[in-house]
Each structure stands twice: as C-alpha cells, then as structure tokens.
C-alpha cells in the first residue's frame, strides 16, 4: 500500500502534530506528495508567518521524503469531474485524483472524511 499525503498532512506534520510526525516518519517507503499540494503549503507557511528561508527548507524536505507527483492532463481532467461529483474544491480533487485502493491518502481534512481510500487522522 502506498500513501499520499495532502497539504492538511504537511501542515500539519511542520505544526508538530505528533499523529502526521509519526507516521512520516516512521513510514516504510516514502509517501506520495501531488505538486499541487506543495503550492498550497507555501501559501499556508506565509500566513503563518515563516520566512521564505524557512518555506524554501520545508519544501525540501517534502522533495526529499516524498515522491512529488506532477499533475498531467489525465488528473486534471480527473479532478474537474471529481469536484463536480463529490464537490470538493478543485485543489482537494486534483489531490484525490491519484487516490485508488493501492494508493491511499492521508489527512485529517474533513473534506476526505467520507470517501473512498482515506486515511483519516483526527
């Protein structure tokens, strides 16, 4: 089983979330991380203040411990019909595009709740 993890996920792992850290860590292969994401935690860290050094810093480490996936034109295309059947918000369902039974995501967004191949950690 390979897991994929949301922007939720690395906030919450740089928000020191003992939960999100230790599965991180402590995980036997790297996880997936969709490019999308890294987009949204860049904007994330900036409101909570971190300076660019610190957002550069953590967007390596998501580089080094994960496997970044670049979305293609089948995702995208993927995700606009996920948001209209779930009604995620369209970054969410970018996200959810790559999720099947083999690759499960991990979050503790309340958006992912009810679905399929999820992961959740309160």
Same mark, same amino acid.
């Given at each position: ?7 939720? *996920?690395?906030?919450?792992? /740089?928000? !020191?979330?003992?939960?999100? &850290?230790?599965?991180? #860590?402590? $995980? ?27 957002? *550069?810093?953590?967007?390596? /480490?998501? !580089?080094?411990?994960?496997? &970044?996936?670049?979305? #293609?034109? $089948? ?48």
């Amino acid at each position: 089983m390979a897991y994929l993890l949301d922007s939720f *996920a690395w906030l919450e792992y /740089f928000g !020191q979330n003992s939960d999100f &850290v230790a599965f991180i #860590d402590h $995980a036997s292969v790297p996880p997936y991380t969709v490019s999308t994401s890294i987009a949204e935690i860049i904007r994330s860290l900036y409101r909570k203040n971190f300076k660019p050094e610190e957002i *550069a810093r953590a967007v390596r /480490f998501i !580089q080094d411990k994960s496997v &970044v996936l670049d979305v #293609d034109a $089948a995702h995208a295309t993927a995700a606009g019909h996920l948001a209209h059947k779930t009604g995620l918000h369209f970054a969410d369902a970018l996200i959810y595009a790559f999720v099947d039974k083999d690759h499960v995501i991990v979050t503790g967004d309340p958006h992912f709740k009810s679905l399929d191949f999820v992961h959740f950690i309160p």
